[in-house]
């Protein structure tokens, strides 16, 4: 497994403005994705960050909405871009490590909530 | 379209009882299920299911997969109120795209 840790945990921010979410691993990890769990509702697979090349988004997510950086094999950021009160919800980072190994362990969680 | 269906949807059973969780799945490119317990935010991993008919143990928690019948149920025996969390199943598809179910609640009354 791994330790990860995101920032911030939770915040409240008003609708057309922009929150960074971090996403650190204590080690190298080959995959990391971001999710989405919206209020009452199960997770959501938002896109795959690749290290040194763009993510690849799942259908209904775009890039200018949900731009994500992966500059190495310990982090990733995720931005939620020109938010509205749908955007409330619950942004997890998972990491998994390849290699024939399905096994994935997600972070704390950032609970966002649009005003 | 994939999908992933847990049942029931939500359950309330007393201290020390036996439950079963049920995961039916229809994905393409079937590569593994998990199944995850979530208390507050972050789901913790409990199980990786790859291979039909072997049963994965950990303390009272139990867990079987099905291929043929495309399903999986999770067992808790003896249950206690630290048990309280809502249970997911997950399919791991093609490069590792997790596809969830919706959950179950499971409520543990002492």
């Known amino acids: 497994s791994a330790v990860i840790s995101q920032k911030p945990s939770r915040d409240i921010c008003q609708r057309g403005t922009s929150l960074t979410i971090q996403c650190q691993v204590d080690?190298?990890?080959?995959?990391m994705f971001w999710y989405r769990q919206q209020p009452g509702q199960s997770l959501t697979l938002i896109a795959t960050?690749?290290?040194?090349?763009?993510?690849?988004?799942e259908s209904g997510f775009v890039i200018d909405k949900f731009p994500i950086s992966r500059p190495n094999l310990t982090f990733s950021t995720l931005t939620v871009s020109n938010m509205s009160p749908e955007d409330s919800s619950i942004y997890l980072c998972?990491?998994?490590f390849g290699a024939g190994s399905y096994e994935q362990y997600f972070g704390p969680g950032t609970r966002l909530t649009v005003t | 379209e994939d999908k992933v269906v847990q049942s029931p949807l939500s359950l309330v059973v007393h201290e020390g009882d036996t439950v079963t969780l049920n995961c039916s799945y229809e994905?393409?490119?079937?590569?593994?299920l998990l199944w995850y317990k979530q208390e507050k935010k972050a789901p913790t991993f409990l199980f990786m299911l790859?291979?039909?008919?072997i049963e994965k143990k950990s303390g009272r928690l139990s867990s079987i997969l099905d291929k043929k019948e495309l399903f999986s149920i999770l067992n808790i025996t003896a249950t206690q109120t630290g048990d309280s969390a809502i249970y997911l199943c997950?399919?791991?598809?093609?490069?590792?795209?997790?596809?969830f179910g919706q959950g179950t609640r499971l409520t543990i009354n002492p």
């Open positions: 998972s990491v998994g």
């Open positions: 080690s190298q990890v080959t995959m």
């Open positions: 960050a690749n290290q040194g090349s763009e993510a690849t988004y």
């Open positions: 994905v393409t490119n079937f590569r593994s």
């Open positions: 790859t291979s039909s008919g």
């Open positions: 997950a399919v791991v598809q093609g490069a590792q795209k997790l596809v």
